[in-house]
Every structure is written in structure tokens, then in C-alpha cells.
């Protein structure tokens, strides 16, 4: 028995190692790569230039454009997600039959499992003609359809982590506002919401990373167009957009070009690390709070 345990820890401790490993690497291939490509062009040229056109012969290099792309179809993404996720999660906790829920909900996390080259396309041949319908200026590709489509994707994480957690307050509470005289709606939003606020929050910023590395929907319906706008209705690009676009590219293996991906990736790589670290600490203020 004492060998198996042996066995089972030390096939742990190799699966955290190689995690770690994986993770270093990464890292390290980032940081080497983007030390070369600022060693040509500067840092600061690289976060205040307005324009990014490192393929074209007048060459530009800053990163923006493709923030504000990259933030744009996420803002979009999480204003979708975000009311009908929640509306979601507190409806089955608080209003839906036991029957129901089981089985509406594996239904809803169905939506993460379609690829997302489906919604990318279902983005460029249904969504992008319905809006065109009413919204006349909006173009073929667009950051609008990309974003709504993205926040549909990312619906199942945000309703599914938030129902975890409110399911996790204690019944006390729920039937301490019962006691007071509450309504269902009122201590739905006065008592379970607040008090799983760590968790829905924690579901919010993990369908924002989900959102900010996504690939496929941009790629295909938003456009390869680097522009600094927050107009939803015309083309852009995003950082992992440019990835793809360059990754796939005719540009020579090791040039200044191809070493643009590794510093947008560097700079998509601290945007999600400072995201999560910000998610750390606001859920421990709450645990804190709480507790």
C-alpha cells in the first residue's frame, strides 16, 4: 500500500513539475524573442505610436491598435455575457425545479463545446447580415458581431461558475431573509448575490481572459485592420488575430517582422497575468469581508 502511495505521489508531483516546466518555457521563449525585438525598436515607441504596420514598408510599431481591438470585442463580449449569465445562474438556483436544472444546464455548457470556428463563421454569415439590416453603416467585418458572438460562447462559463457559487452560500442566509420577510427577487439580489460575489466575480474575470485570447471568431469576423477605435461598427484587429495572421504568413523565420508576434504575445501575456492577479486579490478583499 505504501508503494502504490509512493507511486500515486510521485506521478503528482511529476504532473506539477512538467506544468511548471511547460509554463517556464513559454516564458522564456516570450521574453527571449521580445528582448531582441526591443533591442531594434523602443519600448516606448512601442506603447505610444498610434499605428501598427510593422509588414508594410513605412513601418510602425505600436501596440495600441491592437489593444484596443483586443479590448473592444471584449467589452462587447462581456456586456453580452455578463446580464444573461447571471439572469441565468440565479434563475436556476433560485427559481428553476431540480428537474429542470438538470437538465438545462449540461444543455448550456453544450455552447462550450461547439469550436470556435462555428461561431466565427455563424458571426460572418448570420449575425453580421441580420445587424446590416437595421444598423446600415456597419461594415463586413466588424468588432460588433465578433463581440456579441464571443459573449454567447462565453455565456455557459459565467452562468455555470456563478450558479456554483451561489449554490455555495449557505441556507441560513437564504432562509434568515425568508424569515425577514423577504421576496424571492429580493433575496436573490440582496442576499445570495453579495454574498457569492467572490465567485461571480471570479466567473467575470476568467470569461475576460477567456475572451481576450480568443482567436478564431475575431480572426475571421472582425477583420485584419489595426486601427485605434472603440467603433464597433468597422474592421479591426487583435493581438492574437495578428499572431495568427503573421504565424501563417509568408515573413522570413527570425526577422524583426516575425519577431512582432513574440511582443504582442508578451504584451497579451501581461495583460491576463495582471488580470488574474487582480482577480487574487479582489476575491480575498471579499473573503476577507466575509469572513
Known amino acids: 500500500m505504501r508503494v502504490q502511495e509512493k507511486i500515486i505521489e510521485g506521478l503528482l508531483w511529476l504532473s506539477a513539475a ?23 525598436v523602443s519600448i516606448v515607441r512601442f506603447l505610444t505610436e498610434k499605428e501598427w504596420t510593422p509588414l ?22 462581456i456586456a453580452v455575457a455578463l446580464p444573461i449569465g447571471l439572469t441565468i445562474a440565479i434563475y436556476l438556483n433560485e427559481y428553476a425545479h431540480a428537474r429542470f436544472k438538470t437538465i438545462i444546464k449540461p444543455l448550456l455548457e453544450v455552447l462550450a463545446t461547439i469550436p470556435t470556428v462555428v461561431y466565427g463563421f455563424f458571426a460572418l454569415t448570420v449575425v453580421t447580415p441580420f445587424l446590416q439590416s437595421f444598423i446600415p453603416g456597419l461594415a463586413g467585418f466588424n468588432a460588433l458581431s465578433a463581440g456579441i458572438v464571443m459573449g454567447v460562447m462565453i455565456i455557459p462559463m459565467i452562468s455555470s461558475l456563478s450558479e456554483d457559487a451561489i449554490s455555495a ?23 445570495m448575490v453579495p454574498a457569492a460575489s467572490s465567485g461571480i466575480l471570479v466567473s467575470v474575470i476568467l470569461a475576460i481572459s477567456r475572451a ?8 475571421i469576423a472582425a477583420g485584419q485592420q489595426p486601427r485605434l477605435t472603440l467603433n464597433p461598427l ?6 492574437t488575430t495578428y499572431i495568427v495572421q503573421v504565424s501563417m504568413g509568408d515573413v522570413p523565420h527570425g526577422s524583426l517582422e516575425y519577431r512582432t508576434i513574440f511582443a504582442a504575445g508578451m504584451t497579451l501575456f501581461v495583460f491576463t497575468f495582471l488580470l488574474n492577479n ?6 480575498k478583499k471579499y473573503q476577507e469581508k466575509y469572513d
Do not use: H, N
Open 18 to 40: 512538467i506544468t511548471i516546466l511547460v509554463t517556464a518555457s513559454i516564458i522564456w521563449v516570450l521574453l527571449s524573442e521580445s528582448i531582441q525585438f526591443f533591442s531594434e
Open 56 to 77: 508594410f514598408a513605412d513601418k510602425k510599431f505600436g501596440i495600441m491598435p491592437l489593444v484596443a481591438g483586443t479590448f473592444l470585442t471584449t467589452a462587447i463580449a
Open 169 to 191: 452560500v449557505p441556507r441560513s442566509l437564504r432562509e434568515a431573509a425568508y424569515g425577514m420577510g423577504s421576496t424571492r427577487l429580493q433575496t436573490a439580489f440582496g442576499v
Open 212 to 219: 481576450v485570447g480568443e482567436t478564431m471568431i475575431v480572426a
Open 234 to 239: 468597422v474592421p479591426i484587429e487583435t493581438i
Open 278 to 283: 487582480l482577480s487574487f486579490w479582489i476575491k
